[in-house]
């Protein structure tokens, strides 16, 4: 039982990077109806900014916030610079694109800091929680901090101008114009906004899988996977489906020997295509009906 607990609570834990994960991948879905598959990259990419800025003498909670500051203008720009002027190109296009801007993000973070493992601190140690062998500190940080997450996002989006706005803009750009609401905008912000939760799960996820350039690939395809699982058309479902992701990994790689920890990965490709087959828009997603 004991067992059971401390994988639930593990579990819980690497959820909470897959949540934020998911959570960035719907945002940019909802603004250009496409999947980011650099968005793991971009997360990569700020860990070792904010990783920079320790090695040039910044106390951590001062440079986690200068790399969400980073990271969120990074993920304006890109819109603003790459994908405005591509928006009514094939969807090849954008794909064509994604794949590029992962494969420079990956190339240019190996040229600047090479591709050796690095180890990242982590703000709360690794020391069990309250001496309790069921959770660590950092698991503990990680869901803290995904959860106050999850908050602010709740009352932007809920009870600001700029958040409904953006919720408009996702929602019916259409009708959001013929009210004033500058969609193109709305769809930058929701970039920017991707890019620092991206960046969030990067610098919580580091101190367990350490820091090199290709310490997102697995954890994207969990985001992934928790995305589609929830629904790709709803920031909530996209949060629960990164957290049951997390639970049902660290529990079959447990008690299912066959599974172990080699297939985890699996697990997470075997949801995305489960989910497709029989509930295409996710447990919480909406089915978009379009007149013809």
Known sequence: MELLGQQILAGIATGAIYACMALAVVMIYQAIDHLNFAQGEMAMFSTFIAYQLMLWGL?????FPITLIVSFIGGVLIDRVVFKPIHDAPILSHV??????????????GFIWDFTVKSFPSPFGSAPLFGSSLISAHQAGMIGVTLL?????????????????????AANPASA??????VGWMNAL????????????????????????NMMISILLYGFAGAV??????????????????????????????????????????LIVAVLVFKPSGLMGRTVVQRV
Do not use: D, Q
């Open 229 to 270: 699982l929830g629904g790709l058309t709803s920031p909530a479902g996209a949060v629960l489906g990164g957290f049951l992701v997390g639970i049902v990994e660290n529990l079959a790689g447990t008690f299912i020997p066959v599974i172990g920890g080699e297939l985890k990965l699996p697990i997470a490709l075997m």
């Open 190 to 213: 929701g970039w920017g906004m991707a890019a620092a939760i991206g960046a969030i799960a990067g610098i919580l996820i580091a101190p367990v899988v350490f820091l090199e350039p």
């Open 59 to 63: 106390p951590y909670w001062v440079a």
């Open 149 to 169: 997450l999850l908050v602010l996002l709740f009352v932007f989006f809920r009870y600001t101008r700029i958040g409904l706005s953006m919720r408009a803009a």
């Open 177 to 182: 114009r013929l009210v004033g609401v500058r």
């Open 96 to 109: 064509v694109v994604f794949i590029a801007l992962l494969a420079i993000l990956n190339s240019t973070a």
